[in-house]
């Protein structure tokens, strides 16, 4: 199924029953295989075999308006057994737009460079799991890169702090590193314990990719544009 791509069930929302020993959810929680946002698909003109064990459903995305199909294939189950989740959940398409890999301009370190591009590969093979891994390693790459030397062994949440005293982005920083130390939401993209879904996989890249841009690129940006000002000032109009 080249052409389709696997959703954890943990993705799915308000799961239903109508006695026929499956059960599926009323609302898929997947990044949308065209424009690539994460959307709630609603599942609609659901219709279940309950010989083939497998259940079938489409829905659109509220944002670009693009058309997926899911289907859903069940255990065998006995007949007094409780309703059984889906064993696989399956969308078509397979996601067809990938994360641009970045153009990091040459201020970003080279290793940093290295490991956020490594990141973004693994995340467009679907290889979530490598995508976390080498996504931690590029966060903690963004700031040893800004604080001392004798700072970069510290770990994550403490390498971030530090950091508020290098950089103009105290007040970000600081939620950052509490979202980190507090687990939450966003501290669980970032635990090695946790396995993340394809949601949790794209949030990760987007976040490093603002870092980078807001930490690297746009202060250097800034910093050509004030340079050449003075040049074009000095031309006639």
């Known amino acids: 199924?080249?052409?389709?791509?696997?959703?954890?069930?943990?993705?799915?929302?308000?799961?239903?029953?109508?006695?026929?020993?499956?059960?599926?959810?009323?609302?898929?929680?997947?990044?949308?295989?065209?424009?690539?946002a994460a959307t709630n698909f609603p599942l609609q003109n659901r219709q279940h075999n309950p010989n083939a064990l497998m259940t079938c459903a489409s829905?659109?995305?509220?944002?670009?308006?693009?058309f997926i199909q899911?289907?859903?294939?069940?255990?065998?189950?006995?007949?007094n057994s409780a309703a059984q989740r889906p064993s696989a959940i399956r969308m078509f398409p397979a996601r067809t737009k990938k994360y641009e890999i970045p153009d990091l301009p040459d201020v970003v370190p080279e290793a940093?460079?290295?490991?956020?591009?490594?990141?973004?590969r693994a995340y467009n093979a679907q290889i979530y799991g490598a995508t976390a891994?080498?996504?931690?390693?590029t966060l903690e790459g963004i700031f040893k890169f800004i604080v001392p030397e004798s700072k970069q062994k510290l770990p994550l949440q403490?390498?971030?702090?530090?950091?508020?005293?290098?950089?103009?982005?105290?007040?970000?920083?600081r939620k950052l590193s509490?979202?980190?130390?507090?687990?939450?939401?966003?501290?669980?993209?970032?635990?090695?314990?946790?396995?993340?879904?394809?949601?949790?996989?794209?949030?990760?890249?987007?976040?490093?990719?603002?870092?980078?841009?807001y930490i690297y690129v746009l202060p250097d940006q800034i910093s050509k544009l004030e340079d050449e000002i003075p040049t074009r000032s000095g031309q006639p109009n």
């Open 133 to 137: 891994t080498s996504g931690r390693r």
């Open 59 to 66: 829905s659109v995305c509220p944002n670009c308006d693009g």
């Open 178 to 213: 509490d979202a980190i130390r507090k687990g939450g939401n966003l501290g669980a993209h970032f635990d090695l314990d946790n396995e993340p879904n394809e949601t949790m996989a794209r949030q990760i890249v987007e976040l490093l990719d603002y870092l980078i841009s």
């Open 158 to 173: 403490k390498l971030i702090l530090e950091a508020q005293s290098h950089t103009d982005l105290a007040e970000p920083l």
């Open 70 to 79: 899911l289907v859903l294939t069940f255990p065998h189950v006995e007949r």
């Open 112 to 120: 940093l460079r290295k490991s956020m591009l490594d990141t973004v």
């Open 1 to 36: 199924m080249s052409d389709s791509v696997s959703i954890p069930e943990e993705c799915g929302r308000k799961w239903n029953s109508d006695g026929s020993k499956c059960s599926w959810p009323a609302v898929v929680n997947t990044p949308c295989p065209h424009c690539g």
